[in-house]
Nanobody, 118 residues
């Protein structure tokens, strides 16, 4: 059973940057897609970025050009570099492991809060 633990959230001013990290244990992630999702109060959880086992990336339109997802299979980690943060990026961010190489997200971490102030 894989365990995912997010870190790196916090409070930042608009225009600032944060890097989220997700450490996986209990299973190797190299053959699986990994993703970052977020959820703000009153809204559904949404996909922010994903990276396939092969390294292909996808971004939601709202973060394209500002966020970068990356993975380090040797360290069993995935990261999300977030630049030019906006107040609307405020949410709990969740790391997720896909069931297969391209998606099928089914395992989740507990999340890390990101708050962007004006």
């Amino acid at each position: 059973q894989v365990q995912l633990v997010e870190s790196g959230g916090g409070l930042v001013q608009a225009g600032g940057s944060l890097t989220l990290s997700c450490a996986a244990s209990g299973s190797r992630i190299s053959s699986n897609a990994m993703g970052w999702f977020r959820q703000s109060p009153g809204n559904q959880r949404e996909l922010v970025a994903r990276i396939t086992a092969g390294g292909n990336t996808y971004y939601a339109d709202s973060v394209k050009g500002r966020f970068t997802i990356s993975r380090d299979n040797a360290k069993n980690t995935v990261s999300l570099q977030m630049n030019t943060l906006k107040p609307e990026d405020t949410a709990v961010y969740y790391c997720s492991l896909g069931r297969n190489a391209i998606g099928g997200f089914a395992s989740w971490g507990r999340g890390t809060q990101v708050t962007v102030s004006t």
